[in-house]
């Protein structure tokens, strides 16, 4: 007798990114020399003083219980933030701290989605989104945005999607895997869109705002358009900015009444993020940000070095991403073409997997984000491993007939 799995978790599928990253290393463990450019990770080592904030807390007695919405402390420090930052107003009472950002988007869906209910999901997108719609019992609505338009969703598209079970527009910018990134004009043409629709609310994605490489400010949707924020959640985290993957702190800002929703949810399901975390979290948030600005100078120059090297290759060609660490390849013109060992490239799949097999690169195809034929490959890596990287998949891509 076989242990009974349920339809909502059948309905989803394992990270394509996750099982990547595993087959490189499997690969490693056989011997192989591999080039993983997979995992969205910094590879950077958390700053000294947000260490040393964790220590502190620690050897102040800081490793109990908080409440279960966070600290007091770090949810100001999130709401201070988002003042002084995004040009938006949230009382602390209006935040939610959660175990990652990734957290409080399936805590959301979880919150809101009845049965059939829709989520608008631009395409390319992080693998997630749809995964955690149809775990909880959504149905994710894909709307291709080609590279021709910035791998954006226009205003004419989102009025086409929407249906009367629109629940969510999933926004995320700068964009995992395109670096796509919205404008503050391109923002108001969307809720010119959503005022016609005031049943859908919007969460906006926003673990890459500080990866951004153009000047100035990066816009955030409700600075552009304050008059969705009754239906706006509002998601961050410190992960990407502050090298803190493994910390697992995130948030959700929102409405009064859905903030209560996802605090009642995770009461049952979660329980308060880590203690000693928050404690480093609002370090992080209130301290010395030079370590940002830093960052994103190194991801800027390895965008600039290894998307010169990508287009260089015949065959492959990139558009220069606005954020984030990824390049989204396109491949299109090696679909199609022969290996040595004399099989079709037929999809993006094929591609990535000859990448794998044939120079030990290991990067995702772009069916896993919803757009093909792509792959994505992340720059959060040094430059020495990006240029080896980069001299293998050209001489991958050479091989072929």
């Not at 190194?298 to 065959?315: E, L």
Request: glycine share 6%; aromatic share 6%; proline share 6%.
């Amino acid at each position: 007798m076989g242990i009974h799995v349920s339809e909502r978790v059948r309905r989803i599928k394992p990270s394509p990114s996750t099982a990547a990253a595993d087959r490189a290393n499997a690969l490693r463990r056989e011997g192989r020399s591999i080039v993983s450019l997979v995992v969205g990770e910094p590879d950077f080592d958390t700053p000294a003083p947000i260490r040393e904030a964790a220590a502190k807390a620690m050897d102040a007695g800081a490793t109990r219980y908080t409440t279960l919405a966070g600290t007091p402390e770090l949810r100001k420090a999130i709401a201070d933030k988002l003042r002084r930052e995004n040009g938006i107003e949230f009382d602390p009472s209006e935040i939610v701290v959660t175990n990652g950002a990734k957290s409080a988007i399936y805590a959301a869906f979880a919150a809101t989605l009845d049965e059939g209910d829709e989520v608008i999901v631009p395409a390319p997108y992080w693998v997630s989104y749809p995964d955690a719609a149809l775990a909880c019992d959504g149905v994710p609505v894909a709307v291709a945005c080609p590279e021709e338009q910035g791998f954006k969703l226009t205003s004419a598209q989102l009025e086409a999607a929407i249906t009367p079970r629109t629940r969510w527009l999933v926004l995320n910018s700068p964009s995992n895997p395109t670096g796509a990134t919205y404008t503050a004009d391109e923002y108001r043409a969307l809720a010119k869109v959503l005022a016609r629709h005031p049943d859908v609310m919007v969460m906006t994605d926003d673990i890459y705002e500080h990866i951004r490489f153009a000047n100035g400010v990066a816009p955030h949707l409700l600075a552009a358009a304050p008059e969705l924020r009754d239906r706006t959640l509002a998601i961050n985290g410190v992960s990407k900015t502050y090298a803190m993957t493994g910390w697992r702190i995130g948030w959700a800002a929102g409405p009064r009444d859905l903030i209560r929703a996802l605090d009642t949810l995770l009461s049952q399901a979660a329980g308060n993020a880590c203690s000693v975390s928050q404690a480093a979290a609002a370090a992080a948030l209130n301290g010395d940000q030079s370590f940002v600005a830093e960052s994103v100078a190194t991801y800027r120059a390895r965008r600039d070095k290894t998307a010169a090297g990508i287009n260089a290759i015949p065959g492959l060609s990139c558009r220069i991403p606005e954020g984030a660490f990824y390049l989204y390849v396109n491949c299109a013109d090696l679909i199609g073409r022969t290996t040595p060992e004399g099989k079709r490239l037929a999809e993006d799949g094929d591609v990535v997997l000859y990448l794998l097999e044939r120079a030990g690169v290991a990067v995702v195809a772009g069916a896993a984000y919803g757009l093909s034929p792509y792959f994505r490959l992340s720059i959060a890596t040094s430059q020495d491993v990006l240029d080896e990287g980069v001299k293998r998949i050209a001489a991958a891509v050479a091989d072929l007939r």
